[in-house]
């Protein structure tokens, strides 16, 4: 039937008949999408609610009457169930990325991608709320109490009670309401996309184009910035998170005044509240619809909370507390210590040879003590290690291995940072000098304390031909 409609849709508008229908891979909602070939390409739409394909038709023509770049709707069936819309392609912003999301280094032209879709959200914002009937909008025509409740509560009923965990319902009401005051402090008439992601950006001729914003309304211009970047799956780094806010603020200027202090202040309540809408719709689709998809992006979720809740959020004392223990139960914790990296730091004598890698890796970087001065030279070194104090005053004060090690420092930091971004759990370094005993291992044991300190990773370190070992607890 809907093979039909699409088909008789197609030859009423173009006047021939398709010679290709192909269904497409269809996303976490009810619609399903159909490529329709012959003289042009379309994309054909089934949406079993017509009031969101009505809001969604609405808001294509309105934002195309706008100059944005939004598919075009070329025409929809009598009973407005499915429709054709211009056809851009198959590549999403999410697939553009692909490279940088998995190895945390972004090149020139993925940057670029993502400055420009930034740049243009506030000018949908702006724009694309002038004349705007919000009345159209499905099922809201606004962000208001109502809504944030109900997404509240979806995580509440969806997510929390589906781990098993007990908590005081009045009290967290209490820290939702008091959300809700934080999120509509603001009104703005801008419009809000709402499931601003990567996924939803489209990339045609090297430039964005938005799509599935039927669920749109009016509402505060923070909650799309806090939608996009903090994507459960997307993996922004912190860096580049700051630096995507920052490409949004100077668009941002040509609509209203700017105070970075207070944006970003106002930011961090819709990143909580749009983390715990995520992680509802994750419950409902993954633990009662079954849907695998949405089970393996839960991780990524928890994790952002948990990185989240580091900040603090004074102003939702009960909610806090209830969300740090979520990201300490054994489901969660157990995935997370599957996740974190190990890091094996290793010195060693080189006539005794390099140590093997026992994680089946095949090993990591060795770094070459023996151009540094060697404390071993001088007769009254010799009882003493790179740990004890005098052979440490004669290192340091010589300073070629302070200079040796920054540049140890600045390979290792990135490879561990990218480690931890990228889930990988195993990570090896060794220092090797001429009898394992000086360089080699003050350079392994400054390594070893420096890594702690800034990443706060598991570190294993071994002096080797000292028979020395010692643990660092990861600090989760």
């Known amino acids: ?39 042009v390409s379309l994309i054909g739409v089934s949406g079993t609610s017509v009031e969101e394909n009505e809001a969604f038709i609405y808001m294509a023509n309105h934002f195309h009457e706008k100059g944005l770049p939004v598919p075009q709707v070329c025409c929809q069936s009598e009973d407005k169930t499915c429709y054709l819309q211009q056809d851009l392609g198959d590549l999403l912003l999410f697939q553009a990325i692909e490279k940088g999301r998995r190895t945390c280094v972004y090149d020139d032209k993925e940057r670029s991608l993502l400055h420009k879709t930034m740049a243009l959200l506030p000018v949908l914002q702006y724009k694309g709320a002038e004349d705007f009937d919000f009345s159209k909008c499905y099922p809201q025509p606004e962000f208001n109490r109502r809504s944030i409740l109900w997404d509240l509560n979806y995580f509440k009923y969806c997510f929390l009670k589906a781990t098993g965990m007990e908590f005081q319902e009045d009290r967290l009401e209490d820290d939702f309401q008091k959300m809700s005051d934080a999120l509509l402090e603001e009104d703005t008439p801008t419009f809000m996309y709402r499931d601003f992601q990567s996924r939803n950006v489209m ?44 490409v949004y603020l100077d668009s941002l200027k040509q609509f209203r005044v700017i105070d970075k202090a207070h944006f970003h202040n106002r930011l961090r309540h819709f990143v909580l509240f749009r983390t715990l809408q995520v992680l509802g719709a994750y419950g409902f689709r993954g633990y009662f619809e079954k849907k695998p998809h949405f089970i393996q992006s839960v991780p990524f979720a928890i994790s952002n909370l948990r990185q989240l809740l580091k900040e603090g959020f004074p102003e939702y004392p009960y909610l806090s507390r209830v969300l740090n223990e979520l990201t300490e139960l054994t489901q969660f914790s157990d995935d997370l210590q599957k996740h974190l990296l190990e890091v094996k730091i290793v010195s060693f004598a080189y006539k005794k040879g390099i140590p093997n890698d026992t994680s089946g890796n095949g090993g990591g970087f060795v770094f070459d003590c023996r ?61 090797g000098c001429t009898g394992g005993r000086h360089r080699s291992v003050y350079s392994a044991q400054h390594l070893a304390e420096h890594l702690h300190r800034k990443f706060g990773v598991k570190i294993n370190l071994k002096h080797r031909e000292q028979n020395i070992e010692q643990s660092f607890n990861a600090l989760v």
């Open 1 to 39: 039937m809907i093979a039909q409609q699409l088909l008789q849709l197609y030859l009423d508008y173009t006047g021939e008949k398709a010679t290709d229908f192909t269904e497409l891979p269809s996303s976490g909602s009810n619609r399903r999408y159909f490529r329709l070939s012959g003289p």
């Open 203 to 246: 990339i045609q001729n090297d430039e964005p184009w938005f799509i599935d914003f039927q669920g749109g309304r009016r509402g505060p211009v923070y909650y799309d910035v806090a939608s996009f970047l903090w994507q459960a799956k997307a993996q922004y780094t912190g860096e580049l998170r700051e630096e995507l806010i920052d």
């Open 371 to 431: 151009a540094i001065n060697n404390p071993g030279k001088y007769e009254r070194y010799n009882a003493f290690t790179g740990l004890d104090e005098s052979v440490i005053r004669f290192l340091e004060e010589d300073g070629e291995i302070t200079t040796f090690l920054e540049h140890v420092y600045q390979l290792v930091d990135a490879a561990v940072k990218r480690y931890m971004d990228r889930g990988f759990t195993n990570l090896m370094i060794c220092f």
